[in-house]
């Protein structure tokens, strides 16, 4: 059962950088479908970025396009989700997510607070 743990959220001014991880266990994540989501008070949950574990091919939210950037770590089996120019309407909940076949698999999500 593959089990996703993120981390790296927090509370940071605008124009500042945070760097989320989202550590994958009891399953590898090679060769999978792997997208960052977030939820704000009171709104949908909405598709951040999504990319592939064994292509270069990324997708970004527009957004978020130029600021946000999706990665994978096959060795350490970890998404990583580097965010710069941080916004106050990034502010989110921000979730991990695995598509493997007709499985979703989601992580519990880490906050982020961006401050004006």
């Known amino acids: 059962q593959l089990q996703l743990v993120e981390s790296g959220g927090g509370l940071v001014q605008s124009g500042g950088s945070l760097r989320l991880s989202c550590a994958a266990s009891?399953?590898?994540?090679?060769?999978?479908?792997v997208a960052w989501f977030r939820q704000a008070p009171g709104k949908e949950r909405e598709g951040v970025s999504c990319a592939t574990t064994r292509s270069d091919v990324t997708n970004y939210a527009d957004s978020v396009k130029g600021r946000f950037t999706i990665s994978t770590d096959n060795a350490k089996n970890t998404v990583y989700l580097q965010m710069s120019d941080l916004k106050p309407e990034d502010t989110a909940v921000y979730y991990c997510?695995?598509?493997?076949?007709?499985?979703?698999?989601w992580g519990q999500g880490t906050q982020v607070t961006v401050s004006s």
């Open positions: 009891g399953s590898s994540l090679d060769r999978y479908a």
């Open positions: 997510n695995v598509l493997r076949g007709w499985t979703t698999y």
